[in-house]
Each structure stands twice: as C-alpha cells, then as structure tokens.
C-alpha cells in the first residue's frame, strides 16, 4: 500500500509541475555599440502570434508558456534577425540574452538596408527619455524628411531655438551666439569668424550628421562656459556590408534667376582664391577692382557617399566611411542700406543691391575599430571649405545721400563693394571607448585649425552718380575722396589652432549607483591682422565716364611715380615698411591682435537611483582659465598697443533629477551654477567697418573676469507612444553683469560690447507635441503633425554710465529687454507619407517664426536696432522608388517675407542695417526652388 501511496504522490506531482507554465526572459543589446541596451526589438516565438518588444532598457518577458521546445525570433529593423531555440521547462524562467548585429540583406526586390537607430526620430525620442539631462535631439532622418541641408537649419527646428535671417547667429531661449557652446562628437569647434564665438553651423552640411542635440540644461562634463545651452554634433558612422549613394541636384533663387550675375575677379567656380600666399600691395598693382560674370544663376549639388566593414575572424571589426559633396548657390537682394544713429550719416533707399555667390565643400572620412565588444578606437577627419563672393551696388538710382559727401549732400552718393570671404576648417579628432567589469572608459582628443580669409575687398565711392543716368556724355559721375581710404583694397586673416580633449571614467558601484570622474581641456589660439591699401585720387573732380570699367583708371599706366608725373592717383598705406614711404609701397599690417585661451577641468558627479522611480545626478566641476589678449590697433591712439591677461578659477555646482512618473513619462528638474567668458572679438579693440555698421570689441570688459549664471529648469515628458511626445518645459536664468552689443551715441555709431548692468533675468515657458494622425495596419506613420512653441519674458538692468578705461557709454533709461530675446519662437510641420507598392512619397509643410528682437542696444538718447519677427514656410516632397531611388522637390522661403532691422527713434521707426546682417535691409530673398536625384547601390 505504501509503494501504490508513494507511486500515486509522484505521478500527481508531475501532472501538476506538467500543467505549470514556463517563462522566457533577457536583454538584447546592441552589438555594434559596445552592448548598449536594445529598446523595441521583436520577440516572436515563431509560428504563433504570440510575442514582445524590449523596453527601454533591452529587456523582454513573455510568460505563460506551455512546457515545450519553441523557436525565438529576434529581430530589430537593420539588424540580424536570429532564430535561437528555447526549451521552456515547467515552472521555470528560461532566461536568452542575445547581442544584435547589424545587418544589410535582400529578400527578393524587397531591399533592407542598414540603419543606425541614433539617426531616427524614434531613437532619438527614447535617448531624449533616458537621457539623465534635458536635451533635445533631431536625426538624419528627420533632417531628410524635412528637407535640412545644414546643421544650422537642423537646430532652428527645436524648441526654443531660432536662426537669425542673413546671419549664422543661432538663438537659444533668447540667449545669442556668445552663451553657446558647439562641440563636435563631444569635442570643442573653433569659430570660423572673426565676430563670433561658435562656428556657423550652415557649414555643415546635412551628408555628415547622424544628429544633432542640444542639451538646455548643465551638465559638468560640459565647459562652464555654458549658458543658453550645447550644441553637440555628432558625425555620420556606418556599420554594415558596404553601400554607395550618389546624388546630384540643381534648382534657382526666384530673385536671382532673371539676373546678369557678377562676382570677384580671381575667385573660383567652386569657392577658392588663389593668391593668398601673395603680397597683398603686389595684388593690387597686378589685378584689377571690376567684377567678372559669374555665369548662369542656376544652383548645382552632387556628391556621394560610400561605407564598408570588414569582420575579422577573432571577432574584431573595421569600418570604413566616407562622404564628399559640393553645393552652391546664387542669391540677389534688393532693398535698402542706411547709416543712422542720431542722425542719418547715409542712406540709400531702394537702391541698394547685392549678388551673392556661396560655396559650400565638405569631405569627411572616418575609421571605426572595434577591438572587440568592450573596446573601440575611432578617427574622424571633416575638411570644410566655404565661401561667399558678394558684389554690393549701392545708389544704383542716383538718390544716395550722404552728410559728408563734398558735391552734393542730398543725390547722387553712390558705393561699389566686392567681397569675397573664404574659410577652410580641418577637424582631427582620435575617440575611444573602453570596458571592463564595472569600468568604463570614453576619451577623446581633437586638433582644430580654421584658416577664414578676406582677401582683396574692394571699394569705390563715387558723387554725383545721377549723371551717369542722364545719358548726356558732357555730365559724369566723379571720385569721392574726403580720406585717401576712401577708394580702397582690404586684406583681412584670421588662424585659429586648437587642441582639446576629455576623458571620462564611469564605474558602477552597484545596480543603484554610478559614479562619473572625468577631465577636459583646451588651448586656443587666435592670430588676426589686415591691411588697407588706399587709393588716393590727385585731382579733385577727375571724372569717371565708365562706371562698369574701373580698370581702365586703376591702372599701372595711370599710377603717379617719379617716372609717371602725369598720374591720377597714388597708393597709399597706413603703417609703412620701415625705412619707406607710406607711399606706393608695401606696408606693415594695420591691425593685429593674439588671443590665447586655456582652460582645464576636472569633475565628479554621481548617478543615484533611489527606489524604481528617482534618479540624482549631482556633481561639481573644477574650472581653472587663462585668458590673454595682445594687440596693436590704429584707432586708440597712444592706448593702441598693449596686453591684458586675466585668469580665475571656478566652482561650478549641479543637480539634475529625473522621476519616472512610469514608463512613459518623465518628471525632471536641474539646478547648477555657470559662467560667462568675454570672447576674442568681444574684447579686441579692432573695427571692422561695412558699408553702413561699424563694430569692434571693448577690453574693458576682462576687468571683471567672467560673469555668474544661475539656472533653473523643470520639464514635464510624455512619451505617449515609440514616436509620439508631449513635453511641457519652464525655466529661468540670472546673469551677473551680462554682456551687450551697444550702438554708440556718438559720430562713428560703432558698436561694442559692454558689461551694462548688474544683473540680467530670463524666465520662459516651452511647450513641444509630436502627434501622428493616421497610421497604417502595421502601425506605420501617413500623417503626422509637430509642434513645439517657447515664451520668454526678459529683463536687464542698465547703468546710468559706464566710464571704462578704453570707452564710455551712458544710458537714458534704467530697464530693457535682453539683447537677442523672442519673446515669442514657433516650429511646426505636417507630414504625410503614404505607400503605394514600391513608390514612397513623402511631402512635408515646415513653418517657423520668430517675434521682434533686440539686435543691439541703443546708448544716450539712441533707440535700440530692431530684428523685425520673420516667418518662413517650406515645402519638401520626396519620393522614393523601390527604396533606392529618390526624386526629391523643394520649394523653400515659400511665403517670402521681408527681412528687415529698424532703429526706435522719436520720430518713428528708422530702416537701417545690422552688423549681423546683409549689407542690404528691408529686402525679400526670394523662394529656392531645388531638384535632387539620389540612386543607392
């Protein structure tokens, strides 16, 4: 009876344990970057409807599973996918963790291709919601659907971001070009102007980015320089069996297309100027001043993209990117140009114009090594050439005026400007990322070196120009030639070097805790000189009888020498070659200044999970600067050469917090303090005058170092679905003795930079949604809608006066708004991408605005220079055809607005220019109509 007892017991026992489901749980992770968790990837077990997706974190779980032998599906778009056998036992939890490999495949006419997951929006989306700061990203792919071409049209579409209109200056919640930072890859880019502190992002063009982000908020592994926010772009990469796309395209400027175009002569078609290595005194005596048909104003674009791995045996890998292209464009202006402060000093009303002609060449190559999984080594190398050749007529009508002109103060003032600006930029950077145990290491180390030329500027100024109208030979226009620089050459360089590089050490204390330690550093270097060549005109009233052919009088037959007594004019340079005359021969450089920045950090902070829904990451930042600047300028008289120096050091505290609401929404906070350093141009006494700004820098603003920024943010996230987003943001800044451009109230108008008041305040709210309308059986997006809008409300105290040991400003009023600051900021695009079969088009609305900003604060009695609010509509439609071929169709600037700066005045808003801007106001810049071929093999 016991054996049938004990028999019976064993045989209920495994009936029940045969009843009792099974469970399959694990992670997948990224094999091509270094095991990072995989989110939503498909676990299918194969021939059932019966799966999962991973979470954020890679993790799966299917539970309730019969007993049994079962085959796994994994897969993940542009991945391997991989069938693993599982055996589910009874009451237990089988466990699979799976690397993914990326992969490029064909299954009949059906093409999958390789896509890195950090270029769409989806991926994009999930690394704005685990990131442990605030920061928004946008992709390769976004960038293609909404037709960007550049990385700075990429940022402009983000939430609180503005690009202004004719400049590169980037606006971020309100805050300009000298509070931002740009990195690439994590790595410091040097600025390719003179007058900025960031590079113009125009440069790059959208063939290089895989995406762009912007982190708002502080972080300490960030330069304490930090203030509107970061600017990272990180470079294209590829992982995969190889590819190769080509494209070309062509398209016109409204304005531009009915035009006879002119550009420099000496200039190339594809952006180069060839006599750099020249004597600028021998340029002028061997090359003429008249521009040269620039040809057909059609824009043309091609260029081409090509990767290839090769996997070794032992597991290790090399991968290989490159990509090159070549774009220009042609661009006319026609509008106004007036020098006003207190009084108009010239105006040219409608009668002002200009041809532009830009080049755009990048080239970027890349070698990724992975080791194995836990280590990798990679090199980037960019090389950027751009150019702009701008041919300026201004009084074209004969209604130019000017107060000063000698003839006729009231007609017929008229100015020629040819230039033609060139900066080639060379990006070297050697990144690695290591791993073992609980230790991670990433660094990496750049070399920058940014050569920005302005060679051989001309200008002419004429009087009574009306008589070249009148079509009467007897009456003709003549030189204007109040100063010997009046009719002049202009030689302008700029080098920059830079060295930079981080490392950072990551160990995981445990599940709950990591702790980050890491350094970065720069030493920059700034060398600037130019050199003005005049021509002095020996006789009053020589008349001009051909405004097209300057030539024929600049000539070396015409030059006054010992040998040539009969001559029209002279050549004259400010600072002569010692032991000769400034007369007819070569010069010293007119202007010169060295600047040199260094900056050293180490930092600490630490990621502390507490509970399943709270993150902390708080952290401290040691900052040690040296700032020098030397320089030798013709417009301070006896305090025009000297040295200044200054050197400090910072404490930069942070705190950032992140609770998770659930799985899908996100509550964060951040708090940390930041600087604010003067930049080379803000402080290099140096003017650099236009046709009607003059702007130049104040070294009186090293006296107090840096400024203090305090900065709050709260943020609100919803992830609502894997492509679907609310974010609801607020945030406020305090700036210690911020920094301004302010117009002088005096007879030159020049603008420089000041430290006016005592503290600035910036408050705003931003609100960002990303909705799809109508998606498709397998959940695919047709029609979708995006959003994202900002307020702000700022406020900066002004002193009465300002008494500096190089300039003094005063002001009238005590309050004014921050320099730079929309109060109000606008993105929006619709979407809708149908299929039908292999043809895939893709047509997207994009709009953006921006309300009134300040350009540049008015001093005295002067009002404020006035960015008129600008919105502007685009139109993409892309079609793709059997997923290798593309015919693409844009229509940009579709609602043509006019771009125009006003100065508040008593008698009512005056029209002028700004120094950020064209040389041309109040002006339409016509639609961009372009057409783009694009076949992958």
């Not at 930029?425 to 030329?453: P, R």
């Amino acid at each position: 009876m016991k054996y049938l007892l004990l028999n019976l017991i064993i045989f209920t026992s495994f009936l029940a344990h045969a009843n009792n489901p099974g469970s399959l749980v694990g992670k997948l992770t990224d094999k091509e970057y270094n095991n990072e968790p995989l989110p939503y990837a498909n676990v299918i077990i194969k021939g059932s409807t019966k799966g999962t997706t991973t979470d954020m974190d890679g993790l799966y779980s299917i539970d309730n599973l019969e007993p049994g032998t079962y085959t796994i599906v994994f897969s993940f778009v542009g991945y391997q996918t991989q069938e693993i056998e599982a055996n589910i036992i009874a009451g237990k939890v089988t466990e699979i963790n799976l690397p993914m490999a990326i992969s490029a495949a064909s299954l009949d006419e059906v093409i999958i291709t390789t896509t890195i997951k950090r270029e769409s929006e989806i991926a994009l989306l999930l690394d704005q919601k685990k990131a442990v700061e605030i920061k928004q990203s946008i992709g390769a792919e976004e960038l293609s659907r909404k037709g960007v071409s550049n990385a700075a049209g990429a940022v402009a579409k983000i939430s609180g971001v503005s690009k202004q209109e004719g400049s590169s200056n980037v606006y971020v919640r309100g805050l300009g070009d000298r509070y931002l930072n740009t990195t690439l890859n994590g790595l410091s880019l040097p600025s390719n102007d003179v007058n900025k502190k960031n590079i113009n992002l125009d440069l790059f063009s959208s063939d290089i980015i895989e995406n762009i982000s912007i982190s708002k908020a502080y972080s300490t592994k960030f330069y304490g320089d930090f203030s509107a926010g970061n600017v990272n772009i990180n470079s294209k990469d590829y992982t995969g069996n190889g590819f190769l796309d080509v494209f070309t395209g062509t398209g016109f400027n409204t304005n531009a297309i009915s035009q006879d175009f002119v550009r420099s002569e000496g200039t190339g078609y594809f952006g180069y100027y060839g006599r750099n290595d020249h004597n600028p005194f021998a340029v002028v005596l061997s090359h003429g001043i008249d521009p040269v048909s620039a040809g057909t104003p059609i824009n043309v674009s091609y260029g081409a993209s090509a990767g290839k791995s090769i996997h070794f045996k032992d597991g290790s890998r090399i991968s290989f990117f490159a990509t090159a292209a070549f774009e220009n464009g042609f661009e006319y202006r026609q509008g106004t140009t007036r020098d006003f402060t207190l009084t108009e000093k010239k105006a040219f009303v409608d009668s002002a114009e200009e041809y532009e002609y830009g080049t755009t060449t990048t080239a970027m190559a890349s070698i990724n090594y992975k080791i194995d999984n836990s280590n990798t080594i990679k090199y980037n190398s960019v090389f950027i050439n751009n150019s702009s050749d701008v041919v300026g007529y201004f009084g074209t009508n004969g209604n130019g005026r000017n107060r000063d002109a000698i003839q006729n103060t009231d007609e017929g003032f008229y100015q020629m400007n040819v230039q033609f600006d060139q900066t080639k930029m060379f990006v070297n950077q050697l990144l690695g990322t290591h791993k073992s145990g609980k230790i991670e290491v990433d660094w990496g180390f750049g070399y920058n070196y940014v050569n920005a030329d302005q060679p051989d500027r001309k200008r002419i100024s004429l009087e009574n120009y009306h008589f070249a109208l009148d079509n009467n030979p007897a009456t003709n226009p003549i030189f204007y030639s109040n100063v010997d620089y009046d009719n002049q050459r202009y030689f302008q360089k700029i080098t920059d070097d830079e060295y930079n590089g981080n490392i950072n050490f990551a160990y995981d204390v445990s599940e709950k805790a990591k702790l980050n330690i890491g350094y970065n550093g720069k030493s920059k270097t700034r060398d600037f000189n130019n050199i003005r060549y005049g021509y002095d005109i020996l006789q009053g009233n020589t008349p001009v009888t051909d405004v097209h052919n300057f030539n024929s009088i600049f000539s070396l037959s015409n030059l006054q020498t010992n040998q040539n007594t009969d001559g029209i004019y002279e050549i004259k340079v400010i600072k002569p070659t010692p032991g000769y005359s400034n007369t007819n021969s070569s010069g010293l450089s007119e202007n010169t200044y060295q600047g040199r920045l260094d900056v050293y950090a180490g930092y600490i902070n630490a990621e502390l999970k507490v509970g399943d829904n709270w993150l902390f990451v708080p952290g401290v930042r040691f900052e040690s600067f040296e700032q020098y600047i030397a320089f030798d300028v013709i417009n301070l008289g006896l305090k025009g050469i000297d040295n200044i120096i200054t050197k400090d050091n910072l404490f930069l505290p942070s705190l950032n917090v992140k609770y998770s609401i659930n799985e899908d929404q996100n509550l964060r906070f951040s708090a940390s303090q930041t600087a604010s350093l003067p930049e080379f141009k803000e402080v290099a006494p140096f003017v650099y005058e236009d046709i009607s700004t003059r702007v130049g820098g104040n070294p009186d603003l090293l006296e107090k170092g840096f400024s203090k920024i305090y900065n709050v943010d709260f943020k609100y996230d919803w992830f609502f679905s894997n492509s679907e987003i609310l974010s609801l943001g607020t945030f406020a800044k305090i700036i210690k003795n911020p920094i301004n451009l302010v117009v002088g109230a005096d007879a030159t108008g020049t603008q420089r930079y000041f430290r006016t008041g005592d503290k600035a305040t910036v408050y705003g709210f931003e609100v960002e949604v990303r909705k799809n309308i109508i998606t498709d059986e397998n959940d695919n997006t047709n029609l979708s809608v995006g959003l994202n809008a900002t307020y702000m409300h700022t406020s900066q105290d002004l002193y009465s006066r300002i008494d500096g040991e190089f300039y003094d400003v005063s002001f009238n009023k005590t309050k004014e708004n921050l320099q730079g600051a929309s109060p109000f900021l606008l993105n929006a695009d619709i979407s809708y991408s149908p299929t039908f079969k292999n043809y895939k088009p893709v047509a997207n609305l994009v709009f953006s605005y921006f309300s009134d900003r300040i350009d540049a604060l008015g001093s005295g009695q002067l009002g404020n220079v006035i960015e008129k609010g600008l919105p502007t509509l685009d139109f993409i439609w892309k079609n793709s055809f059997k997923n290798n071929f593309e015919v693409n169709l844009s229509v940009m600037n579709l609602l043509n607005p006019t771009v125009k700066y006003i100065r508040e005045t008593t008698l009512g808003d005056i029209v002028v220019n700004s120094s950020n801007g064209k040389g041309v106001t109040d002006y339409k810049r016509g639609m961009d109509v372009g057409l783009q071929l694009k076949y992958s093999f």
